[in-house]
């Protein structure tokens, strides 16, 4: 696949479902990292078998935007004078080509599942802990009892 193919592709598969101004921002994204590539001195060959089907690539740009629309909705039904527009698309966060993944603890289920998994590792730290101590306890035990008997016979003999 050439350049030209891949980025025809992109844009007739993102043309679908976003807005003209998002599909412009996804191709200038891609025809500017491949322009970047290229100054690198790697073939166009390497490049699009690296960024592989441009349908793939438009899908999760979509369900990106719109998992983003669903993030925004949820901001605004807590703060109720903000609007959803002030929000823009992916350039307000410095996009520089990585994937942004959040960790949102929005729902109870999530904060439950949080909740959960750390007593869930306190409960392993102190297991362990418990475990260690058991294994020792018969070795530590009785030198402790020696030590004492030492520290009681040797302290009657010095009166």
């Not at 599909?23 to 060959?45: C, D, F, H, N, P």
């Not at 349908?55 to 959803?84: F, H, L, P």
């Not at 260690?132 to 004492?148: C, E, K, W």
């Amino acid at each position: 696949m050439t350049q030209m193919e891949f980025l025809s592709g992109l844009q007739e598969a993102l043309a679908s479902d976003l807005d003209a101004r998002s599909v412009q921002e996804q191709m200038a994204y891609y025809r500017s990292y491949i322009s970047g590539e290229l100054a690198k001195g790697r073939t166009e060959e390497d490049i699009m078998n690296e960024l592989g089907d441009p349908w793939v690539i438009a899908r999760s740009i979509i369900d990106m935007q719109e998992s983003t629309a669903e993030t925004y909705e949820s901001v605004n039904e807590y703060d109720g004078y903000r609007k959803q527009e002030e929000y823009g698309s992916n350039s307000a966060y410095g996009r520089t080509g990585g994937r942004v993944y959040s960790f949102g603890f929005d729902t109870w289920w999530k904060k439950l599942l949080l909740v959960l998994g750390i007593l869930g590792v306190l409960m392993v730290v102190g297991a362990v802990i418990g475990g260690i101590f058991s294994l020792l306890a018969p070795l530590i035990l009785p030198i402790l009892v020696v030590i004492l008997v030492i520290r009681l016979i040797g302290g009657r003999g010095r009166r």
